[in-house]
């Protein structure tokens, strides 16, 4: 079963706790904080492998969660940082952001990785917050909060030339004729039901990987038959076959107007593609009704500056000629580029959000209502390191911008204080 786009969900690990410990032991005096820090958590990778071709595997597992870091320890000790779950995906897969639908990356060769979601960082331990003023901290930070997203892949196969063209224009005949790819063929309309991969050989190790498209038809670029759901593997081909049947098929259609069919289609469903270079294969010229036809729609393709080639997959007939001309070709032509998306470092900032309830500025963030929660009144200790945090992450700054003013109340969960410039 050939699957191209799936939509998976991703979860990084939380960070561990920093741990609150004192050195307790026999001839020590005076033991100072030994709380350690807790351990980052995992982070979720996505990484391009040749040893995929769909994404099938994402039909049966959708949920992807990374481990958690473990909390800090007594004597110093960090705790075990979470397990990063690394997620293989078949090269050429693009990855979008579900819910804005903007592309985040572009895992096109072997071993390309992106970095899903990042890991919560571990909290310090009441040992990171000794100074020479302060001996003895009684607090510790807890751990950074994990990061979840949704994720949509889609697959644009990779293949040198893409085969295009109505539906029964003989494109699945010509891929079995030239390589060892054995699509289902038959007199019927849409007897392709899914893209198929052939790859043509020569010598020295040299070849060429053509990719059969389901067949087109009026309208598909707006969701009409099968071919717009495949139209998406053709744009990373570095030129197209558009396979034209010059007997005009059963209902003895214009192969001219077929031609322009399809060209229309690829013009609107994207104008990159009618772009790209094209070779017009005239196909079955091995029956006397295409022969009648072949010179007279060769000269017309051939003055709109197309290469030309007249085959028969049944007899072979131009078929060496037609594999020469795209051996050169493709030599010639540079891969497509992947897409161009800018990336950006991870923010390991806790997120949070600012808003006037009736006589206080409330602040929602499960980090900070963590690190809130370990302010005991009375706590000076506790109290200055959730105010340096404030500063640290840019929510003072914030407070600013949407007006707090002095003796203003500042919530954060069920710790209150009161705002002094």
């Excluded at 998976?8 to 032991?25: L, N, T, Y």
């Excluded at 105010?387 to 710790?415: A, C, H, N, P």
Aim: with cysteine.
């Amino acid at each position: 079963m050939f699957i191209d786009q799936a939509t998976i969900r991703v979860s990084s690990g939380s960070g561990g706790d920093g741990a609150v410990a004192f050195r307790r032991e026999k001839y020590v005096r005076h033991g100072g904080p030994s709380g350690g820090n807790g351990g980052p958590g995992g982070s979720v990778i996505l990484t391009a492998t040749e040893d995929l071709q769909t994404l099938l595997d994402f039909q049966y597992r959708r949920e992807f969660k990374a481990g958690a870091g473990e909390p800090g320890q007594t004597k110093n000790k960090t705790g075990k940082s979470g397990a990063n779950i690394i997620i293989r995906v078949p090269c050429g897969t693009v990855v979008y952001d579900a819910e804005t639908n903007e592309p985040q990356a572009d895992l096109v060769n072997s071993g390309d990785s992106w970095l899903a979601a990042i890991g919560g960082r571990g909290g310090r331990g009441n040992a990171s917050f000794a100074t020479a003023s302060q001996r003895a901290p009684t607090y510790g930070e807890p751990g950074g909060t994990p990061v979840s997203r949704t994720l949509r892949l889609e697959l644009k196969l990779l293949a040198d030339v893409g085969l295009i063209g109505l539906p029964n224009a003989g494109k699945s005949t010509l891929i079995a004729a030239v390589s060892a790819a054995r699509p289902k063929i038959a007199d019927y309309p849409f007897t392709t039901l899914e893209p198929n991969l052939g790859v043509v050989r020569f010598a020295l190790g040299e070849h060429l990987v053509l990719a059969d498209i389901p067949g087109l038809i009026a309208g598909a670029h707006l969701g009409a038959g099968l071919g717009h759901e495949f139209l998406r593997h053709i744009e990373r081909t570095r030129l197209l076959l558009h396979v034209l049947d010059l007997t005009g098929g059963p209902e003895q259609r214009d192969p001219l107007q077929d031609w322009q069919t399809i060209e229309n289609e690829l013009e609107r469903y994207n104008a990159d593609l009618a772009k790209k270079p094209r070779v017009a294969v005239l196909s079955k010229i091995d029956l006397p009704e295409a022969r009648s036809n072949c010179e007279q729609i060769s000269t017309v393709l051939a003055a709109q500056h197309f290469s030309v080639f007249a085959i028969s997959s049944v007899t072979g007939e131009g078929l060496p000629e037609l594999l020469t001309h795209l051996r050169q070709a493709v030599r010639e032509l540079p891969p497509p580029p992947a897409l161009s998306i800018a990336t950006t470092k991870p923010v390991e900032r806790p997120p949070f959000s600012i808003m006037r309830k009736n006589d206080a500025m409330v602040i929602t963030s499960p980090w900070l209502e963590q690190l809130a929660a370990k302010a005991k009144p009375g706590d000076a200790e506790a109290a200055v390191s959730l105010e340096r945090s404030l500063w640290q992450w840019g929510i003072y700054q914030e407070l600013r911008r949407q007006g707090v003013k002095d003796g203003d109340t500042i919530r954060i969960g069920d710790f209150e204080f009161v705002f002094v410039e």
